[in-house]
């Protein structure tokens, strides 16, 4: 059974920066489809960013110019590394993997989820 567990969040000062982990177990981060959403308090969730098995990456408007998306396939953990936080930054950041994600930006194309960190940005 994949999982995935994410961890890093925190509070920090808005302009700051922070660094959030995925550790993947039962699978093999490198030949799955992986991406973070964020979910705000009172808000959907919404696509952040992702990686493709073939290190492709797709960026929402809020990542780009921000944040980065990496994997390191040696410890099986994907990061999302965030620069310049904002208060809107705020959320609850949750990793998602799937065999063969028909559509990086879209939930439903993601078999398992992780628990999610909050990210809380002090203005």
């Known amino acids: 059974q994949a999982q995935v567990k994410e961890s890093g969040g925190g509070l920090v000062q808005a302009g700051g920066s922070l660094r959030l982990s995925c550790t993947a177990s039962?699978?093999?981060?490198?030949?799955?489809?992986m991406a973070w959403f964020r979910q705000a308090p009172g808000k959907e969730r919404e696509f952040v960013v992702a990686?493709?098995?073939?290190?492709?990456?797709w960026y929402s408007d809020i990542a780009k110019g921000r944040f980065t998306i990496a994997r390191d396939n040696a410890k099986n953990t994907l990061y999302l590394q965030m620069f310049r936080l904002r208060a809107e930054d705020t959320a609850l950041y949750l990793c998602?993997?799937?065999?063969?994600?028909?559509?990086?930006?879209?939930?439903?194309?993601?078999?398992?989820w992780g628990q999610g960190t909050l990210v809380t940005v002090a203005s």
């Open positions: 039962g699978h093999s981060i490198s030949t799955y489809d």
């Open positions: 990686i493709t098995s073939s290190d492709g990456t």
């Open positions: 998602a993997a799937s065999s063969t994600a028909h559509r990086l930006q879209d939930q439903s194309s993601y078999t398992y």
